[in-house]
């Protein structure tokens, strides 16, 4: 039963980041599957039969820059993103080579230019810009650049703009990191305020975050290699092999929401079958208000927490 509350999405995107493929048989860091990992999540994903639009990738997609490892990528995201009828959004990372990452993923010989592209999702505008600086791990966007994204925002979207780049323009809670952000965050603020940008895509952090910027929403994607442990002491650092995850980005008229999905299997407390739930959207709405909001019997507690011969959806 939809929310009267809200129409369908308008659109429905995936943001996945940071897989850090590394060469063949070889594992990042010695222990981490990258490959194993990415084919996991859709695996997983195609059995929800969701149709999104497109898949949008905020760098960092071979560790190293190798081309055997965009191939091997390109080679398991295309027929992927096919099956659910995607099409493909690849962005530049500080790991990220501009010549192989051209030739493998976008069938370009412009070499070591700025991979800055716009990409068109019926009415809504995805514009992929390149923070990355040859050579070093932090990010910066040129006067260039600059002008290139304001000549482009001059025009608005019909359904409005998204921004995905690598180095999110946030602050980041883990203090060593400030030395890899994203450089002079207030001029990217200005660029985008006023405009019809509705969000800002973003990866590098290895750890999902929220924010906003310059009045627009910021989402950051955590990675599918591994994780930013944050469960640490003050000034240090830990990776995990742990909590890997992408988002889902719906887009309503007035709004836009990111959901976090983590990738892997996980112990069910409760399910409830398409017969259940189409018992349950067959009712009216203050029907299936009063169902939801039927009391938990409290005379056994242990009654109470056992699972029901129908049970019953849990918020």
Known sequence: MRS?????????????????FVADDTLLHGSVDSDANLTRLFEDFARTQARPEAIVFTGDLADTGREDAYRRLRALVEPAAEAIGARVIWVMGNHDTRTPFRKHLLDSDAGEESVDMVHWVGGLRIIALDSTVPGFHHGEITDEQYAWLAAELETPAPDGTLI???????????DAVSFVELRDQARFAEAIAGTDVRAVLGGHLHYNTFSEIGGVPVSVASATC?????????GTMRGQDGAQCFNLVHLYGDRVMHTVVPI??????????????????SLSAEE?????????????EDQARAPE???QPVA
């Open 4 to 20: 009267q509350q809200y129409p369908a999405a308008e659109h429905f995107i995936l943001h996945i980041s940071d897989t850090h």
């Open 164 to 174: 995905a780049l690598h180095h999110p323009p946030v602050p980041s809670i883990i």
């Open 226 to 234: 591994y994780t930013q442990d944050l469960n640490i002491a003050p």
């Open 264 to 281: 892997g299997e996980f112990s069910t407390v409760y399910e409830m079958t398409a017969e259940q739930l189409e018992k349950l959207t």
């Open 288 to 300: 299936a208000a009063a169902l939801m909001s039927k009391p938990v019997p409290a005379a056994d």
């Open 309 to 311: 011969a129908d049970p």
